[in-house]
């Protein structure tokens, strides 16, 4: 989880945030290559006077900033040290996290949701998986919302987990597909519609990556909806039919453009992430 400036994992630290600023080397906004066994180091990151923090209970002695825990306790650790337990000093804190002041308003009106006991669950999904161009032998979606994406959308990025030259996915790769405008008319805020029935399994908001999305459990295959312009309008556990509108096209999180980012992994084999496009196709031809 790296973002284009080289902010890592869950609480989007660079490099050098997390491991201290007087480790050699790195640019300006604080992003360095380094080796993640140093970068993880409790010991380095005690000399090199950074906020990363081994979050875990017990202690397993790495700072990890992909590990949830670890993420978490350090964004406490540099926000304290920003000010955050001072009267008044958390937006100062905040504010020295991410220099924008939309940003603060938006950290503290989440706060303040959590406060008040109105937040909206978000479920983690698990990390992993390999991948597979091909598509289960017993699917089951909506024909129509099928074809509405094969026909409306174009798909802009395909499925290449291995790694694409675009310009923006890069080794990384892609394990979806881009669905994208296919002439000059703009799909900012068009309909985004469950192609499956289901369990709503989690729901992102705001997340660095996939901005608002959804993720929806139809038996061992999981749906993803991702960069929709607007929060989702449905919560984690809630049951979707086939062709229940579920958001809109956006452009949040990661995106150069609207579009949406559709993913499907088989969680009986680990969690493979698999091509959507010829489960769309296979369903487009025979499902419900």
Same mark, same amino acid.
């Given at each position: 989880m790296v973002s284009p400036v080289g902010a890592t994992g869950h609480m989007q630290f660079m490099p050098l945030t997390w491991i201290g600023w007087s480790y050699p080397g790195g640019n300006r906004l604080g992003n360095a290559s380094i080796p993640k066994s140093i970068l993880t180091n409790p010991v380095n990151i005690a000399r090199y006077g950074g906020y990363g923090v081994d979050g875990d209970n017990p202690a397993d002695g790495i700072a990890d900033p992909d590990d949830l825990e670890d993420a978490?306790?350090?964004a406490a650790n540099y926000l304290a040290a920003s000010g955050a337990t001072k009267p008044s000093g958390i937006r100062k804190a905040v504010y020295s996290y991410n220099h924008a002041n939309w940003y603060v308003e938006k950290v503290l009106s989440k706060a303040a949701l959590y406060v008040s006991g109105n937040a909206v669950e978000v479920s983690v999904t698990p990390a992993g998986g390999g991948s597979s161009g091909g598509a289960? @032998?017993?699917i089951s979606g909506s024909a129509?919302?099928?074809k509405y994406y094969l026909n409306t959308f174009r798909i802009s990025t395909p499925f290449a987990p291995g790694g694409i030259?675009?310009?923006v996915h890069g080794a990384r790769g892609h394990r979806g597909i881009d669905l994208a405008r296919k002439g000059s008319k703009s799909i900012l805020g068009m309909p985004i519609y469950s192609v499956t029935d289901g369990v709503v399994e989690a729901v992102l908001i705001h997340n660095p990556e996939a901005g608002n999305g959804v993720r929806v459990?139809?038996?061992?295959l999981q749906y993803s909806y991702i960069h929709m312009q607007n929060p989702p309008p449905v919560r984690v @556990?809630?049951?979707i039919?086939?062709?229940q509108q579920i958001g809109q096209i956006g452009s949040t999180g990661f995106s150069t453009g609207p579009h949406l980012d559709f993913k499907?992994?088989?969680y009986s084999s680990g969690g493979t992430f698999l091509n959507p496009e010829p489960i769309l196709r296979k369903m487009a031809a025979g499902g419900k």
């Open positions: 978490i306790f350090s289960p @032998g017993n129509s919302v099928a030259n675009d310009g459990r139809s038996g061992n @556990g809630q049951q039919k086939a062709g499907v992994r088989d």
